[in-house]
Nanobody, 115 residues
Framework: QVQLVESGGGLVQPGGSLRVSCQAS????????MGWYRQAPGQERELVAT???????TYATSVKGRFTISRDDAKNTVYLQMNSLKPEDTAVYYC?????????WGKGTRVTVSS
């Protein structure tokens, strides 16, 4: 069984930075793209960023230029570096992994941007 565990969320002031991580474990077969989604209170879950096995990245328009997604396949880990954070970035951030019998989702880590 594949498990994804996010970490690194918390409270940060507007303009600050935060890095969230997600490590996958278990019987992972044909590990492919990884990504981050987020869900703010009362809103639908939305795509934040994705990264393919080959390293190609995509970003939501709202985070482009501020967020950077990366991955370390040796550690089965995906990262999301978030800079110049805004109050509207407040949400629960979920990581996802595309692999055989997936996709798989983590349980989320909360990010709050507030002064």
């Amino acid at each position: 069984q594949v498990q994804l565990v996010e970490s690194g969320g918390g409270l940060v002031q507007p303009g600050g930075s935060l890095r969230v991580s997600c490590q996958a474990s278990g019987m992972i077969v044909n590990m492919n793209a990884m990504g981050w989604y987020r869900q703010a209170p009362g809103q639908e879950r939305e795509l934040v960023a994705t990264i393919t096995k080959g390293g190609k990245t995509t970003y939501a328009t709202s985070v482009k230029g501020r967020f950077t997604i990366s991955r370390d396949d040796a550690k089965n880990t995906v990262y999301l570096q978030m800079n110049s954070l805004k109050p509207e970035d407040t949400a629960v951030y979920y990581c996802t992994l595309t692999a055989y019998a997936g996709p798989y989702w983590g349980k989320g880590t909360r990010v709050t941007v507030s002064s």
